[in-house]
């Protein structure tokens, strides 16, 4: 059984940091980096930062996340790359923004640890909320059908192991039809569903990652 998600995160914040320092999505970042240009981005469920990277440049930044010590090394990783960022404790399903805030946003791998399809349509719902008309968002989940979890339910506890002991994180696995029709249910129009860049086999549905390019329409 999945730990509190919020202590997990709090505990591994410092391992995460060390192990996780740069975005395994970099290359993913760094293409939107171009394409959007400039302008205020939001990062849900930011973590320790690194995914803030390759917008440090031209980008007005903004990040949430529900773990403090989480945020504490955010603040530490902008200190150490030297970018500004406005950070946020606050839940992803109740944003601290008024509507149409954000010119664009990205969420790397944060969907899949909320718990109840009602739940995690309220923080889809949350995103275009937040997002100007015409605006695009990123988002990342692990899909269901990676081969490590072919025999394995929807929803599975991911050891997490921390000097001697080991906690569990909470994981809902995705189906590519799955997301794009809860990112369609929230009102967004899927631009790319895709796997991630160092997947290199020409049927996605066996990727780790699946990704979303997605755009606020209307």
């Known amino acids: 059984m999945a730990d509190d998600s919020k202590d997990v995160?709090?505990?591994i914040a410092p391992g995460w940091y060390s192990f996780r320092?740069?975005?395994?999505?970099g290359r993913e970042l760094t293409i939107l980096a171009r394409r959007w240009r400039d302008g205020n981005l939001l990062n849900l469920g930011c973590a320790h930062g690194p995914d803030f990277f390759p917008f440090r440049h031209s980008f007005e930044l903004y990040?949430?996340?529900?773990?403090?010590?989480?945020?504490?090394?955010?603040?530490?990783y902008a200190q150490k790359y030297s970018f500004e960022v406005a950070l946020s404790l606050a839940d992803v399903r109740h944003l601290p923004y008024p509507n149409g805030t954000f010119d664009w946003a990205v969420s790397v791998a944060t969907y899949h640890h909320i718990e109840g399809r009602a739940e995690r349509q309220k923080a889809l719902n949350e995103l275009r909320r937040v997002l100007k008309p015409g605006s695009e968002a990123f988002i990342t989940v692990w899909n269901r059908?990676?081969?490590?979890?072919?025999f394995k339910?929807?929803?599975?506890?991911?050891?997490w192991r921390k000097k001697g002991k080991t906690l569990y994180r909470y994981y809902y696995l995705f189906s590519y039809a799955e997301l794009e029709k809860l990112a369609r249910s929230a009102g967004f129009e899927v631009i790319k569903s895709f796997p991630e860049n160092s997947y290199h086999f020409p049927v996605k549905l066996f990727s780790r990652n699946i990704c979303l390019l997605l755009k606020k329409s209307g």
Do not use: C, T, Y
């Not at 320092?21 to 999505?25: A, C, D, G």
């Not at 990040?63 to 530490?76: H, T």
């Not at 059908?145 to 072919?150: T, V």
């Open 9 to 11: 995160f709090n505990q």
């Open 63 to 76: 990040g949430v996340d529900f773990s403090p010590e989480m945020l504490n090394l955010a603040r530490r």
């Open 21 to 25: 320092h740069r975005s395994i999505f």
């Open 153 to 159: 339910p929807k929803e599975v506890s991911v050891p």
């Open 145 to 150: 059908w990676q081969p490590r979890f072919w």
